[in-house]
Nanobody, 118 residues
């Protein structure tokens, strides 16, 4: 699976950004699609994820502000980020996981920078 992320940038606090990640290749086996982020001096953390049933999960810090969505073909996952805060500044990574044959595999996108100015 290949992942191409887009949509990062610079925004003022309170603004919005939309991240998109397009998957190609063996997308039919994808069971989870999500976004992680890694801020300066911090560990990578899960921001939001969605599984095949449509169930979603969010980090507490983004609940009520971010919305994750995925198309039915499981080829694109989006992250709508509203009411952005300076602490949301990070490199955001797209992540997908699935069962391929007998193996559980995960794939990462290249990362896209989100900078929120105060």
């Amino acid at each position: 699976v290949q992942l191409q992320a887009s949509g990062g940038g610079l925004v003022q606090a309170g603004g919005s950004l939309r991240l998109s990640c397009a998957a190609s290749g063996r997308v039919a086996s994808i069971g989870f699609m999500g976004w992680y982020r890694q801020g300066p001096g911090k560990q990578r953390e899960l921001v939001a994820g969605v599984i095949n049933s449509g169930d979603t999960t969010y980090a507490d810090s983004v609940k009520g502000r971010f919305v994750i969505s995925r198309d039915s073909a499981k080829s694109t996952v989006n992250l709508q980020m509203n009411s952005l805060k300076p602490e949301d500044t990070a490199v955001y990574y797209c992540n997908v996981r699935g069962i391929y044959g007998l193996e559980y595999k995960e794939y990462w996108g290249q990362g896209t920078q989100v900078t929120v100015s105060s």
